[in-house]
């Protein structure tokens, strides 16, 4: 996957709590087994919408999303940050998330940021109020830095930052341990091919 150590660009304000997975990606679109392609069908169902404004001129190539408390809840589909991503969304930040689109979404170069609530609806509506508003999102530093300039902290798990900024997904977790994997392999071998050995019947009468 792509690392991620910073971005900077407009937010896409989507001012909704609970938004759960089949909303994010809508089941009718989970018939890939690829990841990609599933970008042009995110918030499908939401489109035709009075105040949806995420497929607007201003906010259509935004990477950072900027949202409601209690995201990704639902099933636990993949798909869900697969098509975020391949939507172009780097960044989604919130007040909180569901655990697992949590997990996953840092397995597929996606980051999601965790600030107090106050703070996501002041960006929200600065998003509404000022299309276009830039934001930057610095993993190294751990720093959100607003249109206005201001500075927010959020807090990300150490294993979670090391794999993010190296773009590590979990085949190239484990692939740094092939050498330690092929010697375990290598002590597994036996020779010679395995007999299975059976015990005699009792004899009959």
Known sequence: MDAFTKVRGPMAPLHRHDVD?????PKQ???????TGFGEFVFHDWRDE???VLHDEEYRDAPVLVTGRNFGCGSSREHAPWALADHGYRAIIAPSF???FHTNCTKNGVLPVVLHEDIVLELIETAHGEP???IEVDLHRQIVVGPDGREHPFEVEGHVRERLLNGWDDVSITLRHE??????????ERPGTATLQFAEPPARG
Do not use: S, V
């Not at 997975?21 to 990606?25: A, F, L, R, S, W």
């Not at 679109?29 to 990841?35: D, G, H, S, T, V």
């Open 21 to 25: 997975t089949d909303q994010i990606i």
């Open 29 to 35: 679109f989970l018939k890939r087994i690829e990841r």
């Open 50 to 52: 009075e105040g949806y």
């Open 98 to 100: 569901a655990d697992i």
């Open 132 to 134: 276009g508003a830039e």
């Open 179 to 188: 050498d330690a994997i092929a010697d375990f392999e290598r002590e597994r």
